[in-house]
């Protein structure tokens, strides 16, 4: 069935330093990669997107790259602050649903 | 602020008992989706309308879970029966009709079983 992994589930880093977060999706019909932010008790919140006729997107800090090929996305903020701490969760969604598969979740905290 | 809304925030009821949650999404919004979020895990689909259409239903929806959506604005989900393990976040989201648009998610109703 369609699965997600993502990878760390913890990151470390300090302020300044960047961080990767690693997901790969099993649903080769996937064509919609969201990734979300969600602080403790808050809603997931929607930081960026990519399609899969795009490979790669920034928005200020924040990438997104896509490997159709290997079935891979990454997530990618530059000089993090401590307000990016917070667990990121990749999606995925193909052509044929319109659910959201989601990936574990990523605990990322910056240090000052 | 038009975002999704969802009520109540919190639930505590006891086992056997039954729950109804309510959701609003962003006006403009054709498509509902809820999900279900346990601690330290995604969100996993369960449901989504478009328009009053439920079009799709996961296999976690046991026939204890029925959601509606009668006037194709607001939906409710509502559990049955309730058991230790439906303690979780229900998360409702919301996006435009079309294929692979963004989902907007509420801040949930959290739901304990005592």
């Known amino acids: 069935g369609e699965n997600v992994e993502q990878h760390p589930s913890t990151l470390s880093v300090q302020e300044g330093d960047s961080a990767v977060i690693k997901c790969t999706y099993s649903d080769s019909a996937s064509n919609y990669f969201p990734w979300y932010k969600q602080e403790l008790g808050k809603r997931p919140q929607l930081i960026i997107d990519?399609?899969?006729?795009?490979g790669e997107k920034k928005d200020q800090r924040i990438a997104v790259t896509l490997n159709k090929t290997a079935k891979h996305f990454s997530l990618h903020i530059t000089e993090t602050q401590p307000e990016d701490s917070a667990v990121y969760f990749c999606?995925?969604?193909?052509?044929?649903?319109?659910?959201?598969?989601f990936g574990t979740g990523t605990r990322l905290q910056v240090f000052p | 602020d038009t975002g999704v809304s969802q009520n109540p925030r919190h639930k505590i009821t006891k086992r056997g008992q039954n729950v109804t949650f309510r959701c609003d999404p962003i006006s403009e919004h054709n498509r509902l989706y809820w999900y279900r979020q346990t601690l330290g895990q995604g969100p996993e689909f369960l449901t989504y309308?478009?328009?009053?259409?439920?079009?799709?239903k996961s296999r976690l929806l046991s026939d204890r879970f029925s959601a509606e959506r009668p006037k194709g604005s607001f939906s409710t989900l509502e559990i049955q029966r309730t058991e230790q393990g439906d303690s979780a976040m229900y998360l409702c989201?919301?996006?435009?009709?079309?294929?692979?648009?963004?989902?907007?998610f509420g801040d949930g109703t959290r739901l304990s079983i005592l």
């Open positions: 309308f478009q328009n009053e259409a439920q079009l799709e």
């Open positions: 990519i399609r899969s006729n795009v």
């Open positions: 989201a919301s996006s435009r009709e079309y294929s692979n648009q963004p989902q907007h």
């Open positions: 999606a995925a969604m193909s052509y044929n649903t319109d659910k959201l598969i």
